[in-house]
Every structure is written in structure tokens, then in C-alpha cells.
């Protein structure tokens, strides 16, 4: 009789150790599923940051080239504005059109390409553009294993119970936007 | 991929745990013995120092775990820089540590021309990373960035916290040998021809055994140092940094410009060699075939990173 209470009174402890265990871990991969996503705003926001002062710059050397400007001006205006998912990634994948084409133009200004503070924002610009598909592609990792999780058995079954649902994929849906948003200089 | 690194992660936090307890109880075998040869034969009168030993290697093992890192990094003179000295160096690295998840790693260089690079710490929190002048004014950035995501990498799995403890206590285990060893041979023989007339030759000779025993055990465990940085470790870290950049061909580069490199890097000796990069004392093309080496042959990780090309998404 006691030895059958014993056994029985372990289980439940194996159990509700199992369980608090696997709740853990569903909310501390669904954490930094959260915080790779806020991580890709940051990374957005920097570049919005970057854009005035490169334009400054490039204004005083080649002036003639408003045009180009004002297509990069414009093109971070709207994808600070956008709204949604997919209007802000159309919005961010033009930025990112406009600007090499900002930095194809350098190349006809020799002066513009031996300014020391555009070889530093050149630099930021191109981490930049790195950070953001880094973050996407952490994203999107920790957004993998987290699915995995949430969909296998026996974590489904608590998952289901306290409401933790798979969460989407970061998608380009052009082939010709998925070829990597790198700046080439 | 998540449960691979966490494999991982957990192997080398046991193995970190296992190599501090053989550690302390080498440390105490050996002061054991020591101390019931020179205070007399009874077998009690080394318990004590026995006793003293264990806190003695507990103090070290924990100061090897909380200071290890800065003790492997002022060893091999390597100065901490911050992003203004070098931006794009600073960029890359904080790239990567999105790519991985991880929080920024401490930078540092070594002002030294030979190639090379390596990362330390207990845990990604207090991770750092360290280049050579020589690797970081040769690469290009995406050079650049497949090294540091090799060592990134080696932070993201702990190898870094094993890796750093072997350098530290097993470095420490191989100096005491040496010292002893020398000591016994100059001093110590000084010392037993004055006293020759107290008697304690017996001892003195028990002593000369034991000196000549772990004259042989350092430099075994030296190659005990070499080994436990696995040519499997390299490999995986090789692997790891693609999975972060998604771009073999950054790291495959930068290692043929690694491998044309046949400068020493003084500052690196037995105790640190395995956590390089590639091994700094070369050329080491030729060693790297025998059983007892730290790293793999380069031109296989080349080959094994050129392999995985096109393999994945595009970037």
C-alpha cells in the first residue's frame, strides 16, 4: 500500500516536472522568437538614421544628381510610413534599389569617393544592409526551431493547452528581391 | 540545428566540469605525494597539505573559470579596441553576433604580423575575440567575416569555456612540472650535497623518481592540450560559421590566405595553440597528417567549405 503511494506520488512529480520544463522552454524560444523580430526594426531604423546624413553628404559633390537623391529620400519616407507587413517590405526592398543606385552614381565622382565621411557611411550603410538580413535569417532560425517545438509531440499537447501557436516566416516573395540585399562598392 | 548546438552546449559544459575535477584531484595526488616523501613515511602526514592542495586548486580552478579569458588574452598581449579604432572590424563582428543570437563579444588585436585568430571566454556574456594585425589588414570583408564567424562560432557551443580552462590549468599543471624538473636538477641537487650529512638521501632519491615521473607527464599532457581541441571541434566550427553567413566561400578564402601564411606567432605557446584558428607554429601542413595534431589539414576545411557551395539558399 505505501510502496504503491510512493510510486504513484513520484510519478506526478516526474509529470509535473515534465510539464513545467516543457512550458519553460516553449515560452523562452517564443522570447527570442520576439526579440529576433524587434531585432529586425532596430536594424531597419538604423538605416531611416543613416539616410539624411548621406544625402547631405553626396549633395555637396554631386549636385546635379537631385533626381537620385530625391528617389532615396522619398523611398525612406514611404517605408518609415508603410504600413503592414507587405507594403513596409515592398517599401524597404525599393530603399534598398535606391540606394545602390545612389552608390553606382559615386563612382563618377571621384572627390565624392575619397570623402572620408562617405567611406565611413558607406561602411554603415553596408553593415547595415547585413544586419538586416542577419536578423532576418535569425528570425527566421529561431522562428524554425520554436515551430518545431510547438508542433512535436508531447510539447503540441501543452502548447495547444496555454495557446502557443506557430508563428510565420519572415518571405520575400520576389526571387529577384530573395538575391542577397547586399550593397556592392 | 537548435538541438545539435544544444548537444553541443552541453557537452562541453560536462567536459568543462569533468576536466576540473581530474584537475584537483591530479593537483592533490601529486602534492600527496610529495608531501609524504619529504615530511616522513607515515602515509597521515600528507593529508593536510593534501587538504591545503584542494583549496589551493579550488581557488585556481576558479579563478581559471571567472579570469581565465584575460589570463589567455594578456598571455598572447592582445590589446582590447573599441569601434572607433577600427569600424568596419567592429561591424562585422556585431553582424555576426545578430546572425547568431548571441550579445557583442569583447574585440581585441594582437600586434603581431603573422595570420591568425581565436576566441575565449566561459560564456557567450563573457566572450572575446582576438585577431592579429597581420589577418585583419590582409582580409577582405567577407574574409573577414567568415573568421570571426568561425570563432563566434566556437563561443555559440562553449568550446571556448573548455577550451579556456585546459590552456589555464593544464598550462598551469606543465609549468609546475618544468619548474620542479629544473629545480631538481640545479637547485635541488645543490641543496642535497650540503645536507649530505643528514641522511636524507633516501628521500632525496624518492623525490628524483618522482620528479623524473612528471617530467614525463608534462609534456604528455601538453599533447593532452593539442588533442582535446579536436580536428572535429575546427570542422564544426567551419561549418557553424556558414550556417551564420551563409557564404562558404568568405571563410574558404580567408583560410588559403591563412595556409600561404608560414610566420610564428610568438606570442602563442603549447599551453594556447589549440584555441587558434589555424596553428601557429608552422609550417604545420606537414605535422597536421600525424595523429597528434591540433588542427586539420587546411587544405581539407577548404575543400569541406568549397563542397557546401550553391548548397544553400542564396544570399
Known sequence: ?185 | MATTFNTLIAANRRKSTWLVIGFLVLFMITVYAFAVFLIGDDPRSGIGPAILALLVGGLVALLSYYKGGNLVLAMSRAKEIKKENDPQLWNVVEELSIAGGLPMPRIYLIDDTALNAFATGRDPQHAAVAITKGLRSQLERAELQGVLAHELSHVRNYDIRYSMLLAVMVGLLVLLADVFRRWLWWGGGRRRSRRSGEGGGGGMAIIAVVAIVLSIIAPLLAKLIQLAASREREYLADASAVELTRYPEGLASALEKLGKDKEVLEVANRATEHLYIVSPFKPFEARAKGMLSTHPPLADRIHRLRALEGSGPPR
Do not use: C
Request: charged residues 20%; proline residues 3%; hydrophobic residues 45%.
Open chain 1, 1 to 185: 500500500m505505501g510502496l504503491v503511494l510512493i510510486v504513484i506520488l513520484v510519478l506526478i512529480a516526474i509529470a509535473v516536472f515534465g510539464v513545467i520544463g516543457i512550458y519553460n522552454s516553449l515560452v523562452g524560444l517564443r522570447q527570442t522568437v520576439r526579440n529576433a523580430w524587434s531585432q529586425i526594426d532596430v536594424q531597419l531604423k538604423r538605416r531611416y538614421d543613416l539616410i539624411p546624413n548621406l544625402v547631405e553628404t553626396v549633395k555637396g559633390y554631386a549636385k546635379h544628381e537631385r533626381e537620385t537623391l530625391e528617389q532615396v529620400v522619398q523611398a525612406r519616407n514611404a517605408a518609415v510610413s508603410a504600413q503592414g507587413v507587405q507594403q513596409q517590405a515592398q517599401a524597404e526592398n525599393a530603399l534598398t534599389g535606391a540606394l545602390r543606385q545612389l552608390f553606382a552614381l559615386s563612382e563618377r565622382y571621384p572627390d565624392l569617393k575619397a570623402n572620408q565621411n562617405f567611406l565611413a557611411l558607406q561602411e554603415e550603410l553596408a553593415t547595415t544592409e547585413n544586419r538586416i538580413s542577419f536578423a532576418r535569417q535569425h528570425y527566421n532560425d529561431s522562428t524554425a526551431t520554436y515551430n518545431t517545438r510547438v508542433q512535436s509531440f508531447p510539447a503540441n499537447i501543452l502548447a495547444g493547452m496555454f495557446n502557443f501557436t506557430s508563428e510565420p516566416f519572415f518571405e520575400i516573395e520576389d526571387a529577384a528581391q530573395r538575391e542577397a540585399p547586399k550593397v556592392q562598392f
